[in-house]
Structures are given as C-alpha cells and as structure tokens.
C-alpha cells in the first residue's frame, strides 16, 4: 500500500489535503513535531530546513495513514466461502502496465508540493485580511502582554539595541525594548533587509525609533538558537515586526502564491489524464503472413 493509492479515493484526497495542512499549522506556529524535528537538527547541524522538515512530516503522516488503511482493509476482509465452480469471462482488453512504484511516490510528492504552495498562500492572503487597521502600540505593549492577536499591523515605539543584531540571509534582527525592560529575556525584534537599515529606521530626539510593519509571532528556531548561543534569552512568546510590510502585501502576495499552486495542479491533473487516456487507447493489431 503506498501513499498514492490514497491519492485514488475522496477520502484520501481529503486525508492528503488534512496532513498537508496540520503540517503547515505546525510549521507556522512552530510547534508540534514540526518544532521536535527542527530543534533537532539545530542540535546536530546547527541549522534547519523549513520546507524539507514540514515536508518529511508530511511524508510520515501519508505513511501512517497508508499503514491504518492497509490495516482496516485487512480486517475487513470476509471468511472465505465454499469453492464454487469456475465462471468463464471473455478477457479483458489489455492495459499499459502501471508507473513503477518509484513513479507513484514521485507523483504523490509532487502533489504535496502543489497543496503545500497553495497552503501557503493561504496563510499569506489570510494574514494580509486579519491584520486591522494601523494600531499605534510600544515595545512595552508586547512585553506585558498586551497584543493578544497572533500578527498586528502597526507604528511601534521602542528602543533598538543595536549591539545585539543578528543577520541571516542580509536580513537583520534587532531587539527593540522598553524603558523598563531592556535587561529582560527579548519579546520584540525588529526585522529588516540590511541595505534598507538607515532608510527605513528613523531616530527620534529621545533616542526612541518609531517603526511600522507587521508583526508576528513566533521567531524562526534558528535565529532564537543564535541569540541563546550569545547569552541572550528569548521569551515566549517572542515578536518579529517586519519592517515595511503591509496588509496589501500580504494579500496580494497570497493570491500569486495559490495561483502558483493551482497551476501547477492543473498541469499534474492534465499531464496524469493524457498519460491514462494514452495507456486506455487502443493498439493497432500486427498482422503477420
């Protein structure tokens, strides 16, 4: 029994389309087995593989749910009844024998990567309408507690504390602190590209930044693990304002990101139709003197 014959019935369409998506909550809430199999790698490599972790997660559940259905057919099987006598059928006519069982699992990945694309811009479309409207808040608010969304549009207030910058890929994370709690574990980071750093952070007379964009909860496990590796505690929950990001953005970075994966699907449903109306099509007969 291999993952793709669940690809052959509704409810394992709808079972693929389920892990695919507990995969993704896990992966964007960093959490679950996602969050196991990442810390784990920081452990060993010191650093992760998003899409390759939710992937192998996916993976296993497919694995999981092939193994329960090959074991809830089994038990459904029936005792077997007396011998009967023979019946005699015309035969059929012959088919192109099946794709290799290499070939399924290539198909079944690949189907997983369409539903993954389109979870994805799912999230990012689902983001970008349930941001609200521009909040005025302080570094202070995310420290108490205060922000009880999951991701907030809005101007923020606070102090950078520029000694503690960590960059990965050019992109920069900066602890933005309160008045009073600029020795405590960090629960704002701002995040912003490296060469927009003096054009997109503006100092106020105080010594404050004011600084808009979106920010959302949950810091990536790799660069937590960078911070702690310097000494620097990380709170729980820790925030991440991205610089310069906008609802719109979001929004219309979510329907390119589905409409990615809805192409994609269609050309596997359209190239997996021609290879089946190619293999059902019949052969023309060889007549020999």
């Known amino acids: 029994m291999s993952p793709n014959s669940l690809l052959n019935s509704k409810k394992g369409t709808l079972f693929v389309v389920g892990a695919t998506g507990i995969s993704m909550y896990w992966m964007f809430t960093y959490s679950g087995p996602y969050r196991y199999l990442a810390e784990l790698q920081l452990k060993w490599f ?16 497919m694995g999981v749910g092939a193994l329960i259905q090959l074991v809830l057919r089994g038990a459904e099987r029936s005792v077997p009844a007396a011998p009967m ?27 997983c990567v369409a539903l993954v694309v389109f979870g994805i811009g799912i999230y990012f479309y689902y983001n970008g309408t349930h941001m609200g409207t521009l909040q005025q808040l302080t570094a202070q608010d995310f420290f108490s507690g205060n922000v009880n969304a999951r991701v907030v ?25 309160g008045e009073g709690n600029a020795n405590g574990p960090l629960h704002l980071l701002i995040g912003v590209d490296e060469p927009k750093l003096h054009s ?51 929004r219309m970075a979510g329907l390119v990101v589905m409409g990615i994966g809805i192409i994609f699907a269609g050309i596997m449903f359209a190239r997996e139709g021609y290879r089946r109306k190619k293999a059902l099509a019949p052969r023309p007969l060889r007549v020999t003197a």
């Open 85 to 111: 006598a023979p019946v005699v059928s015309t035969p059929a006519p012959s088919v192109a024998p099946q794709s290799a069982g290499s070939d399924s699992y290539v198909q079944y990945i690949r189907y």
């Open 200 to 250: 997109d952070l503006h100092r106020e007379d105080d010594g404050s930044f004011i600084v808009r964009g979106v920010a959302d909860k949950g810091l990536q496990a790799d660069v937590k693990y960078a911070f702690e590796k310097e000494g620097i505690a990380v709170g729980e929950p820790c925030w991440v304002l991205h610089v310069g990001r906008e609802p719109s953005g979001d």
């Open 46 to 61: 010191g650093s992760y593989v998003p899409k390759l972790t939710v992937m192998v997660i996916v993976l296993v559940l």
């Open 153 to 177: 549009y809005a101007d923020v207030r606070g102090y950078l504390n520029v000694d503690s910058t960590m960059s990965k890929d050019h992109y920069l994370y900066i602890p933005m602190t």
